[in-house]
């Protein structure tokens, strides 16, 4: 049984990490079509979390051909991680700057560091696991 619980585990860890390959495989997709520029703190949007709200940053930033853009991060905290004011590196695409982000590690790797990381867990947790059930079934049979 423990065998079986350890091989459901590293099916899901291997299924995680592949997710996570993906979503850095993204993030680097969407960095190498993109530019940068400083942007500003606006304002903060607010989206329910577990434990309270969590205050999303509302950036505006302006393109080299002078064109002005404004975009919520899909990152949020509490307490805020920016002050209205403050300004940022941005990300945006050079095809459409609608698609932005506050250029940090937090905004653009925290996702799929976290997805990489668990689907880790999952795997050593899988392979430990299954490692216990045959032993526990070599000694039986002794």
Same mark, same amino acid.
């Given at each position: ?43 903060? +949007? ?12 509302? =950036? %505006?930033? *302006? #393109?080299? !051909? ?9 990152? +949020? ?12 590196? =941005? %990300?945006? *695409? #050079?095809? !459409? ?46």
């Amino acid at each position: 049984m423990l065998i079986f619980i350890g091989l459901l585990f590293i099916l899901i860890g291997i299924a995680i990490v592949i997710s996570a390959i993906f979503a850095i495989l993204k993030v680097r997709r969407q960095l190498a079509g993109s530019a940068k520029a400083t942007g500003k703190v606006v304002d903060f +949007g607010k989206i329910q979390g577990k434990s309270g709200y969590l205050y999303c940053p509302q =950036v %505006v930033f *302006q #393109t080299p !051909n002078g064109q002005t853009f404004k975009f919520q991060s899909e990152v +949020g905290s509490q307490p805020p991680a920016f002050n209205v004011g403050q300004q940022v590196e =941005v %990300v945006y *695409q #050079t095809a !459409n700057p609608n698609q932005a982000e506050i250029d940090s590690m937090m905004s653009l790797w925290f996702q799929p560091g976290c997805m990489l990381l668990m689907g880790l867990l999952f795997l050593v947790l899988g392979f430990v696991l299954s490692g216990f059930g045959i032993l526990i079934q070599i000694k039986s049979q002794q």
